[in-house]
């Protein structure tokens, strides 16, 4: 009890509760801005704080953390930049939402709601990690090989207008994420002999380039059209009745972005974009058509990557896993003050976990603080004339790329990467596939050979493995769904049941 | 896309240190998708000739112009990508601050609608924060 009370500390230290709240502003910004990642933000606050005492080093990083991973929406709203790979999915609706001159209430409903999915995520992180994190480690490669296959299914939502368009672009982003050494064998994959591929295609860069330049140079085809004059709120508070509304959205979402957190590798990208493809298709009559400036749009990714992060830090904590590459840092935070991450962190050390706790909590109750209270800062960046913001953004977009590793390499990648996402939205191909791929193919291949390879090299023995354990076949049974829902004889069937109904 | 799925399904087949038959070697699945990638492309071929078909039919009775696929770049993206390119060549050379800021008041005077004196303020505030943020409290190694 006397351990559980630690939660307590950041909210009466005040050393602490000011490291959260300067955390969580700072994270918001630098989520916000496009080039700056939240992992690049902690990673950076890691060299900083390397000679503070392990409490405040980590208020200060979980207050980023969580203002980094809701910060990225800001931008995905205003300018469909997203901030974040896991911001990617707000974009979809949030920009339209503030084409539609909603952009403060775009803005209010990801912060509400985002608080509600993260303080979901801090009661998980508390009450269930033990739980959630024995699941995990129960998870076979066959297991992970479906999960990511199920993320890249998603392509069916993501790609507008076309869906074999959207499948061969997912594809397209599986074979740029395989590019570079083989982890199995050291062996050179689609490197043309470059040593440069050797090391694979960086992922931000990647980001940066499609969701970044792409974006500057696809607003100067429409420089000089007046576009809708947005019709900017500062400060906007929902009523009860449509807090209430979808207060059971989010909260569903919330427990998927959690569950999904927890998974290594699955971090907040993928837990927004399957929140975002429940939000499609468990909402029946939505606000607006998806895609169009659905309200569910934006309440669902943000509950579900904000959620993400409680997740994250289960397997992070009790098994010494990262969730994904922000808690793979936090996890060297660990080692630097001499702490070993893993079962016995909270046997050895359990003052410390409940620190973290009450940290993500506390971060929290800042970002809806500061969430609502600058709304109006952020709304006025969408008023800036194109002509200074879209210089600045490919500024920041250049600089931020130099920074990774300062290499003018990767500031080239930018650039091609910009390029082809220009073509790619002149000739109405989706970015969002091609990013999911990149994410994901890695997963894919190496999961998929280590899983043949666990069923004795024998592709009979590979499939009927998945009827073998409770978790592969609940596993296949959603995958083998998922499948179906996309086809033309399910939306027909679909259809036949609605139409019985009503 | 046709020729981008073969080149890749060739790349796999071809691809040194792996037998693109054995599941557990890295070409398999590389293989696996170029093919998936390929009838992707020849289905999204087929529905293009089709909508292109209706689309070509509907312009005959309404006279209206029938959209095709473009790999034409837009003048003024074309020259602000020359633009970008001239700023990160330069960048190596003139460091950032010099480098940026010559950027900027460049891309600024380019795109028009702003007067030289805001064009000027604005120019040298963001790259002096920029500085700032990037160098002093991030401490990130600027060119």
């Known amino acids: ?502 | 896309m046709m020729v981008v799925s073969a080149v890749i399904l060739y790349m796999s087949i071809t691809m040194k240190r792996f037998d693109v038959t054995d599941p557990a070697g890295g070409s398999f699945l590389p293989a696996v998708i170029s093919l998936i990638m390929l009838a992707a492309a020849v289905t999204t071929l087929i529905k293009t000739w089709r909508t292109a078909k209706l689309e070509k039919d509907a312009s005959e009775v309404t006279n209206t112009k029938v959209n095709e696929p473009s790999l034409k770049l837009n003048v003024t993206v074309f020259y602000y990508l020359l633009i970008i390119i001239g700023f990160v060549i330069i960048l190596p050379y003139l460091s950032f601050i010099y480098a940026a800021l010559i950027f900027l008041v460049g891309s600024m005077l380019f795109l028009k609608n702003i007067s030289i004196v805001k064009n000027l303020i604005i120019s040298i505030c963001t790259v002096f924060v920029f500085y700032v943020i990037f160098q002093q409290f991030f401490n990130i190694v600027l060119p």
Do not use: C
Request: no cysteine; hydrophobic share 55%.
């Open chain 1, 1 to 502: 009890m006397e351990n559980v009370l630690s939660f307590l500390i950041p909210f009466y230290n005040l050393e602490l509760l000011l490291l959260v709240a300067l955390g969580t502003i700072a994270g918001i910004f630098i989520g916000a801005i496009p080039g700056l990642s939240v992992t690049m933000a902690v990673a950076l606050l890691l060299s900083l704080t390397y000679t503070w005492e392990v409490l405040p080093a980590l208020a200060l990083m979980v207050g980023v953390y969580i203002g980094g991973v809701f910060g990225g929406s800001r931008a995905a709203i205003l300018m469909n930049m997203p901030g974040s790979p896991a911001s990617i999915a707000t974009s979809f609706d949030g920009y339209p939402m503030s084409q539609r001159g909603e952009a403060g209430i775009a803005l209010s409903l990801t912060t509400i709601y985002s608080v509600v999915g993260g303080i979901i995520g801090v009661i998980v992180l508390a009450l269930a990690a033990p739980l959630v994190s024995q699941m995990a480690l129960l998870f076979a490669q066959r297991d992970y090989f479906l999960i990511a296959i199920l993320g890249l299914l998603l392509v069916g939502s993501l790609s507008k207008g076309m869906l074999s368009k959207g499948i061969f672009i997912a594809g397209l982003g599986v074979i740029i994420g395989v590019v570079g050494m083989d982890p199995m064998t050291g062996a050179p994959r689609f490197t043309f002999g470059s040593l440069q591929l050797m090391t694979g295609v960086n992922f931000v860069v990647a980001v940066l380039g499609l969701f970044g330049l792409s974006e500057v140079l696809y607003q100067m085809r429409e420089l000089h059209k007046k576009g809708n004059v947005v019709n900017v709120r500062g400060l906007f508070i929902p009523p009860i009745a449509m807090f209430l509304k979808f207060l059971p959205l989010s909260i569903r979402t919330g427990v998927l972005g959690v569950l999904i957190g927890a998974l290594p590798g699955a971090g907040g990208e993928i837990a927004a974009l399957i929140s975002y493809d429940h939000a499609k298709r468990s909402t029946k009559n939505p606000t607006h058509p998806f895609g169009e400036g659905a309200h569910e749009g934006v309440i669902a990714p943000e509950s579900g990557n904000n959620a993400a992060i409680g997740g994250a830090m289960i397997p992070m904590l009790t098994l010494g896993i990262p969730g994904d590459a922000v808690t793979a840092i936090f996890i060297g935070a660990l080692f630097i003050h001499g702490l070993q991450p893993g079962p016995l962190l909270m046997t050895n050390t359990p003052d410390l976990f409940w620190v973290i706790v009450g940290s993500s909590l506390l971060a929290n109750i800042f970002l809806l603080i500061f969430g609502l209270l600058v709304v109006s800062i952020f709304v006025k960046v969408v008023t800036i004339p194109k002509q200074v913001l879209l210089p600045i953004v490919a500024l920041i977009t250049i600089v931020g790329a130099f920074a990774i590793n300062n290499s003018m390499t990767n500031v080239y990648w930018v650039i091609g990467f910009g390029i082809v996402g220009y073509f790619m939205k002149v000739n109405n191909f989706s970015v969002g596939p091609l990013v999911l791929g990149i994410i994901l193919g890695p997963m894919i291949d190496v999961s998929f050979r280590r899983a043949f390879m666990e069923a004795g090299n024998s592709l009979s023995n590979f499939f009927l493995s998945y009827f073998t354990s409770p978790i592969s076949l609940v596993l296949l049974v959603a995958f083998l769904f998922t499948v179906l829902s996309q086809t033309k004889a399910y939306e027909t069937l679909k259809g036949k049941v609605l139409a019985r109904k009503s």
